[in-house]
């Protein structure tokens, strides 16, 4: 049960477009279509905004987008808003009723 | 609306147990799994395990599996979380989250435990 690969930290400008990767392997990410991105402000509980890859909660904009190709998915922010600086971490079932978390990546908007 | 409330912060000294509550409402109780996410100071979140409401099933993460328990109490709609031989880097922000198709919809507020001599 390895965590999933993120990178520590992302930016970008307002406006501009942010992808965030995560990594896992067969067991996990590659092997099952249940990968969720959660955001989370500081101090505040985390938040889900994307579930089975690409799917978006309602009332998540769609600014925010999933992806997934062999063992690595993807977030994608599009269109930078200043709120949307955060850390966001990816997570994935994992296979026997279990789940795996991303490290996290702190995203900055410049 | 869906609703889980957690127990307060706590302090404890290392070797002791912890159990923290999270009590849920707004949704049918048994229909959804209830896992437990720890957050230590400045770092990620970690998976610690899940319970099945309906039959009370739990999975446990293999780092957690000799030290940690999970029970319900249906006639509260109550999850409990218990953890023992705490040690210091025990210290965190423990979170329960209601799982819907492997994605956790919805989170209580957070239980701070310190483990501290």
């Known amino acids: 049960q390895s965590a999933l690969t993120q990178p520590p930290s992302a930016s970008g400008s307002p406006g501009q477009s942010v992808t965030i990767s995560c990594t896992g392997t067969?067991?996990?990410?590659?092997?099952?279509?249940?990968v969720s991105w959660y955001q989370q402000h500081p101090g505040k509980a985390p938040k889900l905004i994307i579930f089975?890859?690409?799917k978006r909660p309602s009332g998540v904009p769609d600014r925010f987008s999933g992806s997934k190709s062999g063992n690595t998915a993807s977030l994608t922010v599009s269109g930078l808003q200043a709120e949307d600086e955060a850390d966001y971490y990816c997570?994935?079932?994992?296979?026997?009723?279990?789940?795996?978390f991303g490290g996290g990546t702190k995203l900055t908007v410049l | 609306q869906v609703q889980l409330v957690q127990s307060g912060a706590e302090v404890k000294k290392p070797g002791a147990s912890v159990r923290i509550s999270c009590k849920a409402s707004g949704y049918t109780f048994i229909s959804y799994y209830i896992q437990w996410v720890r957050q230590a100071p400045g770092r990620g979140l970690e998976w610690m395990g899940i319970?099945?409401?309906?039959?009370?099933?739990?999975t446990f993460a293999q780092k957690f599996q000799d030290r940690v328990a999970m029970t319900r109490d249906t006639s509260t709609t109550t999850i409990y979380m218990e953890l023992n031989s705490l040690r210091s880097d025990d210290t965190a922000m423990y979170y329960c989250a209601k799982v819907n198709g492997w994605s956790a919809d919805s989170w209580g507020q957070g239980t701070l435990i310190s483990v501290s001599s």
């Open positions: 067969s067991s996990d990410v590659g092997g099952y279509n249940y």
């Open positions: 089975e890859v690409s």
């Open positions: 997570s994935s079932y994992a296979g026997s009723n279990t789940l795996v």
């Open positions: 319970i099945n409401p309906g039959g009370g099933f739990t």
